[in-house]
């Protein structure tokens, strides 16, 4: 099945530098990479995504980059915010069958003022 | 429109005992499913149901049965509940795979077995 290896666990960043969350994936199949913010004491939410066909996707201050050769994905956010603060999680699955997302292990990100 | 809603939100158990927690959608989606949420594990998927009375099992499904006798509804049981079956229980749903597999998660349960 698939694993999905998420560096660093911690980010520690000052208010608006840049933040970088990095992941890798096994299964050459998953074409579909979404990324997930949870709040603390709070629900995961789909921030972003991006599928196999495309290299980069940006939404205002984040973006996602991958790179299927190497089977690695990024998250890129700049001009962080305090708000941005929170765990995100990276996930893969395929877009055929009953597939289902695998989460990486999350990465919290602390935006200092 | 309330979305995913869980029950309860916070429950102790003793070693032994048993309970259900309910989750409820109202997005006539097809998909749910059952995750637990534990300190630096993210998100472990226990069982999911891809369609009104399907189940099937997730990447840590001992300990735990799922029913889902109603499309809305996706019940997950502890029959005997353990100490390490202490997390945060997370239910979502999505209307399906690829690019329609935004999952959409109900706020939590905290679960404590003493």
């Known amino acids: 099945g698939e694993n999905v290896e998420q560096h660093p666990s911690t980010l520690s960043v000052q208010e608006g530098d840049s933040a970088v969350i990095k992941c890798t994936y096994s299964d050459s199949a998953s074409n579909y990479f979404p990324w997930y913010k949870q709040e603390l004491g709070k629900r995961p939410q789909l921030i972003i995504d991006i599928r196999s066909n495309v290299g980069e996707k940006k939404d205002q201050r984040i973006a996602v980059t991958l790179n299927k050769t190497a089977k690695h994905f990024s998250l890129h956010i700049t001009e962080t915010q305090p708000e941005d603060s929170a765990v995100y999680f990276c996930?893969?699955?395929?877009?055929?069958?009953?597939?289902?997302?695998?989460f990486g292990k999350g990465t919290m990100l602390l935006v200092s003022p | 429109n309330a979305g995913v809603t869980q029950t309860p939100k916070f429950r102790v158990l003793k070693t032994g005992q048993s309970m259900t927690l309910l989750c409820a959608q109202d997005?006539?989606?097809?998909?749910m499913y059952w995750y637990r949420q534990d300190p630096g594990m993210g998100l472990r998927l226990i069982h999911y149901s891809v369609g009104e009375g399907t189940t099937a099992k997730g990447e840590v499904p001992d300990g735990y049965n799922v029913s889902r006798l109603k499309k809305q509804n996706f019940l997950l049981g502890l029959e005997s509940a353990a100490p390490s079956q202490t997390s945060v229980y997370f239910c979502?749903?999505?209307?399906?795979?690829?690019?329609?597999?935004?999952?959409?998660f109900g706020p939590g349960t905290r679960l404590t077995v003493t």
């Open positions: 979502a749903s999505s209307t399906g795979t690829g690019i329609r597999n935004e999952q959409y």
């Open positions: 997005m006539n989606h097809e998909y």
């Open positions: 996930a893969a699955t395929t877009f055929w069958g009953y597939s289902t997302l695998t």
